[in-house]
């Protein structure tokens, strides 16, 4: 743009130049243009090409500046769709009852007498009864027996004794204590077994006395 005005400039002032040198008629007949308005001509086109040269600058888009932060390192987080390995629940836990081994129900016991009450049971659950497993009583009278820890692992599907001493309570009556197997932490799970006998002031009994029910509670799930 700027050597486009120059060269205009330069021309405009060869014609006036050569309108000057020419004399006579022809000078007459010939009009003559201004050194003067040729110059403020060529200023005044200057300037207009500079205004337009600015205009087409400023309507130029500048690119825009990246002004986006690196997204954070999160550390110790679970990969998307990875599944931790589970835990066995008290879910996979079951123990059933499966039959009085010593001590039938109604069975007579003087004051105080010491026995010690067996029972047959069967780990129903999918899991292994881990050693450290607890058999505790839980409501009734718990003739001083004491929790029965489990000395081993027991497979499931497999049948199992555990045996509680105890003794008979100091006054007569019947005497029934319920107890129920729980994993180590205390989660109570399976049938609840009871022991039940009758104490009075005479002998011992050998046997049981009256009709002999089975000594499994079966828990609602």
Do not use: H
Request: some cysteine; overall charge neutral; charged content about 10%.
């Amino acid at each position: 743009m700027k050597a486009k005005t120059i060269a205009m400039i330069t021309a405009l002032t060869v014609l006036s130049l050569f309108a000057s040198a020419c004399g006579g008629s022809e000078a007459e007949a010939t009009p003559t243009m201004d050194p003067k308005a040729i110059e403020t001509f060529a200023v005044a086109t200057f300037a207009s090409g500079l205004t337009q040269t600015a205009l087409a600058a400023s309507t130029q888009t500048p690119s825009p500046t990246n002004t986006s932060l690196p997204l954070p390192t999160i550390a110790n987080v679970t990969p998307f769709g990875t599944i931790p390995a589970a835990n066995p629940t008290s879910s996979c836990y079951a123990m059933a009852y499966v039959s009085d081994v010593t001590i039938q129900d109604n069975t007579t016991m003087t004051p105080g007498q010491a026995f010690t009450k067996t029972w047959k049971v069967k780990n129903t659950g999918t899991c292994a009864w881990d050693a450290g497993f607890k058999f505790s009583f839980t409501s009734g009278n718990a003739m001083n027996g004491a929790t029965y820890t489990v000395p081993q692992s027991v497979p499931a599907n497999t049948d199992t004794e555990i045996s509680v001493p105890m003794s008979a309570p100091s006054t007569s009556g019947t005497a029934r204590g319920n107890w129920r197997m729980s994993t180590a932490a205390g989660q109570f799970f399976g049938d609840e077994v009871y022991v039940q006998i009758i104490v009075s002031g005479g002998a011992a009994g050998t046997g049981p006395t009256g009709t002999v029910t089975p000594t499994s509670i079966p828990t609602p799930p």
